[in-house]
């Protein structure tokens, strides 16, 4: 081909490919973290032969699965603030809610090590939409709030769009992506035959649906009844609105990948699916049973050649932050924290608050609790914990009733402190169909692995055989030929507590 002919027809398709591919400049490494509220693993990637969702079972087939991934309380508040710092919720300080009178908070020297404060001080614009419920904001800082229904996870993701794909900044993206669904919400089904009617769990009414969402709609014979539950129509009813509350979901999370993929950021992006706890029934949420803990956890690492991975390695709410942040390049690996961390002192002297407040509960805040999970993308057959630590003393300010958990692939101990007590419900969680139905019939009615008695008055220890027992049916606690188990867990239980900075350690001592 002629010069002359040649040098137009490359300035040609350059500029063919500047207006076509503009966003494919887009930056690298970018994160978007998805958590959802009060969700169990109720995804077709978890083996439910019911839940309908595709979109993350997608991400689930070309990323990673974690199959012992667990919160360490089953609350919202507490559990976000653990997400959000890769600390226990009794050592950043944030007990329980943060919302209307609870007024839980954060220590405020938490600053050092929160994940929107790391993110961008390693190079990251953060942005957040849906469900915030940490505080104090200052601590907890993202540059962009988003605005969106957190009940329509469609929406939110097309509020995101903007931020996604944003050219006119060159940093890589980091996006809280925090989902309303699938919480108790919303009213009573009114539709139900039942006299006690089940919980919406933010659906719409008379079978109706989200602009945008093509709802789906659950038979309640069909769903799955977990073990820790009764098997009863009341149970049944609420899980089929459950279900479709997930599925809701699922649907925005289809939508991101839809944006991420027109943008041609999908294999720019990693994806990091969880919930802050188990679903919100009694025996779930606000308990440290395997239904108020166990999450799901999917990751999809666009620069790992593995994919569809699981791995059976135990892994924690507080390796979250520490985790994205050595992704981000920012994690000081040998002292666990990050590399550009920030001087507390400085940055509330310099802004002239809390200059005289308790922000760090007398020691200071110099490295997280959590370890990185990235080694187990690479490598899917390492292991991570050999053991994981429970923390929960509130939830509504009204409900104390602190427990202490340790608990590896073997055994599992829980520590009922305040054990003497009733244990306290959640207002929701009372009001709930599947609870009073049984309530109403007395103690010794069934609940679960349990009886409605014994739900509501707990031992002082309860120790499970994980490899046996993993619906936690028989406690063995007071069994004659586990009692050196007991005491080995005890002392490792101590140990955690010591390790974690626990002040509740000194209920060993006493009472």
């Known amino acids: ?44 990637c978890y083996g439910d032969p019911v839940a309908k969702t595709p979109a993350i079972d997608a991400i689930a087939a070309d990323g990673l699965v974690f199959r012992n991934a667990f919160a360490t309380t089953a609350s919202c508040s507490a559990s976000r603030s653990v997400v959000m710092s890769g600390l226990h919720n009794h050592r950043n300080g944030q007990f329980g809610h943060q919302h209307h009178y609870h007024k839980f908070a954060s220590f405020h020297d938490v600053v050092s090590l929160s994940l929107p404060r790391v993110m961008q001080r390693a190079g990251y614009r953060t942005g957040q939409i849906g469900k915030y419920h940490v505080a104090p904001e200052t601590v907890y800082h993202y540059e962009t709030y988003l605005r969106g229904n957190s009940r329509n996870a469609v929406e939110m993701a097309e509020k995101s769009r903007e931020f996604l794909t944003d050219a006119s900044d060159d940093r890589p993206f980091f996006l809280y992506f925090a989902t309303s669904d699938p919480h108790r919400g919303g009213g009573k089904d009114q539709s139900s035959e039942q006299a006690l009617k089940p919980d919406l769990f933010g659906n719409k009414p008379n079978r109706g649906a989200y602009p945008g969402v093509d709802e789906v709609f659950y038979d309640p014979a069909e769903v799955v009844v977990p073990p820790f539950l009764p098997d009863t129509i009341e149970t049944r009813e609420e899980l089929a609105n459950y279900y479709q509350s997930c599925s809701r979901v699922d649907a925005g999370v289809a939508r991101l990948v839809e944006i991420l993929k027109e943008a041609d950021l999908y294999d720019k992006t990693m994806i990091v699916f969880t919930s802050d706890h188990g679903m919100a029934f009694a025996g779930g949420k606000t308990t440290v049973y395997e239904g108020g803990l166990k999450v799901p956890f999917v990751v999809r690492d666009p620069y790992s050649d593995q994919r569809g991975k699981e791995t059976e390695a135990l892994v924690s709410h507080i390796d979250i932050t520490p985790s994205l942040l050595d992704f981000a390049g920012g994690l000081d690996r040998e002292k666990n924290r990050p590399k550009n961390m920030l001087d507390p002192d400085n940055f509330w002297r310099e802004r002239d608050e809390a200059v005289n407040e308790n922000r760090d509960g007398n020691k200071p805040f110099a490295s997280y609790h959590g370890q990185t999970w990235m080694h187990l993308l690479a490598d899917p057959s390492q292991s991570h914990h050999e053991a994981i630590m429970a923390s929960h003393t509130f939830h509504e300010i009204q409900m104390y009733y602190p427990m202490r958990v340790v608990r590896d692939k073997h055994y599992k101990l829980i520590w009922n402190i305040a054990y003497p007590l009733p244990f306290p419900f959640a207002s929701d969680l009372w ?57 080995e867990y005890k002392e490792k239980l101590k140990a955690m507590q010591k390790k974690y900075d626990d002040p509740w350690i000194l209920k060993w001592q006493y009472e």
């Not at 027809?9 to 930056?27: D, E, I, K, P």
């Not at 139905?437 to 002082?460: I, N």
């Open 1 to 44: 081909m002629p010069q002359r002919f040649w040098i137009p027809l490359c300035v040609s398709l350059l500029c063919v490919l500047g207006f076509t591919g503009n966003n494919s400049r887009g930056a690298e490494r970018n994160v978007i973290f998805i958590i959802t509220d009060d969700q169990s693993p109720t995804l077709g």
């Open 431 to 487: 009001a709930a169909s599947s609870w009073q139905a049984q309530l109403a019939k007395g103690d010794d009615a069934p609940y679960g692995q349990m009886t409605v008695g014994r739900y509501v008055q707990r031992p002082e220890f309860e120790l499970y055989d994980m490899q046996t027992d993993p619906n936690e049916s028989t406690n063995l606690a007071d069994s004659s030929g586990h009692a050196d188990v007991l005491e």
